[in-house]
C-alpha cells in the first residue's frame, strides 16, 4: 500500500483535524456509518442465537445477559440437524478443489509464462473464456454428464465442477505473478541440472501471496454455492452447509431458536476465515479485476 | 539466453525457441490435468447444452428441430411470458444494482481513499464482510428482520420516523423484486468500493495537486479530473454487474422459492432455468428447454459483454497513469 494516500479529500477537509492524524472527518463519518449498514444485521442475528425466544422478540437489540442467555437454539440445531455432517461435506470439496485448483492451475500458468511453445496464446485465451461464462449454463449436460460417469450425487461432482470453475480465473492471476519471477533464477537452476518440475516447485513458492489470494478468492464462491448441490449432489448423505442450512432453515422456519442458531452456526466458519484472510481476498480481487 | 547442460533444460529452453520440434513431455504434463478437467466439465458442457437446445424430444429419443425450442421459448403462450418477464425482472435486478449499489460503492471507495485517513484497513474490512457470505445466508438474515413478525425492521424504521412506510415487502408482488435487488446490492457492494479504490489509488497526487492550485473545487476535481481517470474501472464494474446478474438464482430461490413469487413477481432467468429443465412440483423438468433457457442467458451474457468489448472499450479514453 505505497500509494495508499494519493487521491485526498475535496480541499474543504479542514487541515487542522488531518494534522492530528485521523484524516478528513467527512470520510470517517461515511465510511463509520455504512459499517454500521453493513455489520448491524450480522451482529442482529449473530447476537439473538444466543437468547431465549422471550427475550429474542422483547429485547432484540441488546446483547445476551444472564436472565436472557439461553442455548436451546444450538440444542435444537445440534440435535434435529447434521451440521456436523454437512460442515465436513463443505469442507471436503472445498478443500479438494481448492488444492486441485491451486496446483493444476499454478501448473497451467507456469508453462503460459515460462516457455514459449505452439498454441501458448490460444491456450492463454482458451482458459481465459471461463473467467467470464457462468458454468452454470452448462448445468443441463453437467447433470447428464455426471450421471453418465456415475458420479450422481457425489462429493467428486461438486469437486470436478468447482474445479472447472476456478481454474480459469487461478491460471490468469497466477500468470501474472510469475512472470514477474526473475528468469535469471530459474536459468541458473536449470544450468544447475534442476528438472523442469522442481523448477516448478522452486517457483511456487515464490508467488505465495499470489496462490493464497487465489485460494481465497476460489474458496468463497464454492463454500456459499447453492445451485451445484442442490442439483448434482442433494441427497443427506452428501449436502453441503450452504443446502444443508438452506433446507434446514426452510424446515424450522417458526423456530426462531433454532432459526437463528443455524444462520449462525453457517456463517461463523466464513468470517473467521475471512477476518484471517482478508488481506489476501482483496489483494486478489483487485489483482483480478484490474490487470 | 543460453542454457547449456542439464538434463531437465533438453528441449524445454524458454523463449526464442525453434517450434519445429516435437511438443516438449514437460509442458504436456503442465497443462493436460487442468485444461482436461476445464474442458470437460466446463466447456464441453456449454457447447453441449447449446446442442441439447437444438433438440426435442421424441417417443425415447430426441429429435433435431433447429431453433424450434427457441421460436417456441419466445412465442409460445406456455413459455413466452414466464420467458419475457424474467428477462424483464433480470433487467430490473441489474437497473437496482448499477443505480444503488455501483454510486455507493464509489462514494465509499471516495472516502476510504482519502488521504491520511485513519483506520482504512478496518474500514475495508468490515465493509466488505457481507459479500464473503453466502446468498443463502444473507437472504434469510433479511427475510428475518423484513419479516413482520419479528418486527425487527419496522421499529427501525419507526426509530427514524418512517414507522408509518413499512410494509412486508417480500410478500408484496410489486415491491418484492426491488426488495430482493435491495438485499443483494447490500451483500455486494464492497466489489464496485474495492474496484474504484485500487482505481483511485492508481491516480497521482501531482493531478489532484495541480487542480487544486488551479483553485478548483473538491466537486470539480472528481468529476473533471478523477472521474474520466477511473472511467475504465467504470465499465468493468458494469459489466461485472451484468454477468453477476445472471447468477442470482440462489437469493431468490431462498427466499421466495423456486416458483419465485408472489405469483412469479420475482422470477428471473436462473428461477426459470432451474424450474424448466429440473422440474418442480407437479411441473416435470425438461432438459432440452432448459437448455433452450440457458442458450438464451448465453445469448444475453455475450450481448452484454460484446458491447462492452466493441463499444465501451473503444469508445472510453484509457489515460496512461
Redesign the interface.
Known sequence: MARADVWREPLRAPAAVTKEGWGPPGAHLVLGAYVLVAIFPVVLIVMNSFKSRAAIFGEAYTPPRPGTFDLIGYETVFTRGHFERYFSNSVAVTGTAIILIVLLGAAVAFALSQYRFRGNTSLALYMAVGIMIPIRLGTVSILNLSSALGLANTLWSLVLVYTAQGLPLAVFILQLFMRQVPRDLLDAARIDGMSEYRIFGLVLPLVRPAVASVAVLTMIPIWNDLWFPLILAPGEATKTVTLGAQMFVGQFISDWNALLAALTLAMLPVLALYVVLSRQLIRGLTAGALK | ?E???????TG?L????G?RRP??A??L???A???A??T???????F??LR?SLYAPQGGGSVFTGLGNYVRLLTDPLYAPRFWGAVRHNLVFFAVHMLVQNP?GL??A????????????V????????T??????VG???Q??LSPL???GE?MMRMAGLGGYFRPWLGMEGPALVALSLISV?QF???PM??F?????????EF?EAA?VDGA???M??WRI?FPLILP?VG?VAI?TY?GN??A??LI??VQGALAGPNFSTDIL?TL??RT??GFQLQLGN?TM??TI??A??AL?MAG?LLYVFVWQRRVQVYEL
Open positions: 539466453m542454457a547449456t547442460g542439464g538434463r531437465g533444460a524445454s524458454p523463449h526464442r525457441m517450434t511438443f516438449p514437460h509442458i504434463v503442465f497443462i490435468p487442468a485444461v478437467i476445464y470437460v466439465f466446463m466447456v464441453f458442457p456449454l453441449d447444452s441439447l455507493i462514494v465509499l471516495v472516502a476510504l481513499s482519502s488521504r491520511r485517513l485513519r483506520g482504512r484497513t474500514y475495508r474490512t468490515l465493509l466488505f464482510m457481507p464473503v457470505l453466502s446468498f443463502v445466508i434469510f438474515i433479511w428475518l428482520i419479528w418486527g425487527v421499529a447490500w457492494v464492497g466489489v474495492l474496484l479504490h485500487a482505481a483511485l489509488l492508481a491516480i497521482p497526487d489532484i487544486r473545487s473538491g466537486w476535481t472528481f478523477v474501472t468493468v461485472l454477468v445472471f447468477n438464482f440462489d430461490y431462498t436462473g432455468f432451474y429443465f429440473f432438459p432448459g437448455a440457458s442458450g442467458m448465453f451474457i459483454v
